[in-house]
């Protein structure tokens, strides 16, 4: 795995690859730019998950898309909404707008698995508060939380949508499954803490 931080307010995002197959999968696309010059050599990019569907999380989807038309991109019933709405995506309120050009979404649940490798799965929690298309995404050893958990920094709850009862519950499960494993955020603890 490789960890990528995007112009677009820092965010991270990572790509999943297997020494075995020329296959990869992606957590959120805030710059492919900067992501694209990272990737592996010769990979495929399968699918993109979306840990919630803010622009700064999603804005290099249509560029990935560009270079890999069949790739999926994977997020929850009210984040595939937002893809196609630059109000609930927020970057009507930015300085470019998003609004997603492609049609390829499967749409996740709580308790959602998808296969990644041979015998290797990324499941799937939903994790509303900050956001209500939050999804985290965790395998044996791993968590990605996107910005429903960022250690050492308060959720946000103050943006449209958010919620504090439900990032509490959020907050639960997350830790919970955190307890065997390393957790990957949406932005480093200094970088955001820099943008707030």
């Not at 990528?4 to 990572?14: A, E, F, P, Q, T």
Request: some cysteine; proline content about 4%.
């Amino acid at each position: 795995m490789d960890k990528v931080v995007g112009r677009l307010l820092s965010s991270n995002m990572y790509i999943l690859f297997n020494e075995s197959t020329t296959n990869c999968w992606i957590v959120d696309v805030g710059d492919y730019a900067s992501l694209a010059n990272t990737l592996p050599k010769d990979c495929k990019i399968i699918g993109v998950f979306l840990t919630h569907s803010h622009f700064d999380h999603i804005a290099g989807l249509n560029d990935l898309l560009g270079d890999y038309p069949d790739c999926m991109v994977y997020t929850s019933e009210y984040g595939a909404a937002s893809l196609y709405s630059a109000k609930k995506n927020m970057s009507h309120y930015h300085e470019k707008t998003f609004v997603f050009s492609g049609n390829n979404v499967t749409i996740l649940k709580d308790n959602d698995k998808v296969k990644l490798f041979t015998n290797e799965y990324l499941n799937v929690i939903a994790t509303p508060g900050h956001c209500p298309s939050c999804l985290t995404f965790y395998t044996d050893n791993i968590v990605f939380t996107g910005d429903a958990y960022i250690p050492g920094v308060p959720i946000v709850t103050k943006l449209p949508k958010g919620n504090k009862a439900d990032a509490a519950l959020s907050l639960e499960k997350i830790l919970s499954l955190s307890k065997d494993r390393q957790i990957y955020p949406g932005h480093d603890i200094e970088r955001w803490k820099s943008i707030l």
